[in-house]
């Protein structure tokens, strides 16, 4: 089955995890034909990225920029990746206080380096997660694992 890789910063219990959770329900159930791997980033590797035939990083904004938790991801395996990732689909939730903008430049800017393809515009949930909320993250998610099921990327 595909894969689709979802690396995630943000603190135990907290926004990020909470989207996360209603992802993994609603990926399960609305599109089963995909593997949805979920990893926390400080502990997701270079195995995890070359095994994954799209990718969903998730992280809130910490000081304008992501986390230093998924920064770390891409630390560790931007070189390992060289060359072995060109063209893998991804897409990029971010968990705001108030804005996600510098965190979806950052990403965008990473994901370049990468050769990765945006195929989803980012996604980002400003506050407490509310069903609205929690609807545009699932939708993102399922527009990937969709995308993989149907052979589109
Ligand atoms: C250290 C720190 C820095 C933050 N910086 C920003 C920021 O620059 N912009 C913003 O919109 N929110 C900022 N926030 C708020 C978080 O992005 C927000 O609370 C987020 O939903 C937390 O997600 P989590 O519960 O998954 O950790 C910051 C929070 C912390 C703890």
């Known amino acids: 089955m595909p894969r689709l890789l979802l690396v995630h910063g943000g603190h135990p219990g907290g926004r990020i995890a ?47 920029y992501m986390s230093g938790a998924l920064k770390d991801f891409f630390d560790r395996t931007y070189y390992p990746a060289e060359g072995k990732t060109q063209g893998l689909p991804y897409s990029l939730l971010v968990s705001a206080g108030t804005d996600g903008t510098g965190t979806c430049r950052a990403v965008e800017r990473i994901a370049r380096g990468y050769g990765w ?12 997660p509310d069903a609205a909320g929690v609807g545009r993250a699932t939708e993102l998610a399922v527009t990937l694992a969709a995308g993989l099921a149907v052979g589109i990327y």
């Not at 949805?36 to 994954?52: E, F, N, S």
């Not at 393809?117 to 407490?128: D, K, L, M, N």
Request: one cysteine or more; charged letters at 15%.
């Open 18 to 64: 909470r989207l996360v959770a209603a992802i993994q329900q609603t990926v399960l159930a609305e599109v089963p034909e995909v593997t949805l791997v979920v990893r926390p980033a400080l502990a997701a590797g270079i195995a995890d990225l070359l095994d994954a035939q799209a990718l969903l990083c998730a992280t809130p904004e910490h000081f304008g």
């Open 117 to 128: 393809v945006e195929v989803a515009a980012p996604v980002i949930v400003v506050g407490e």
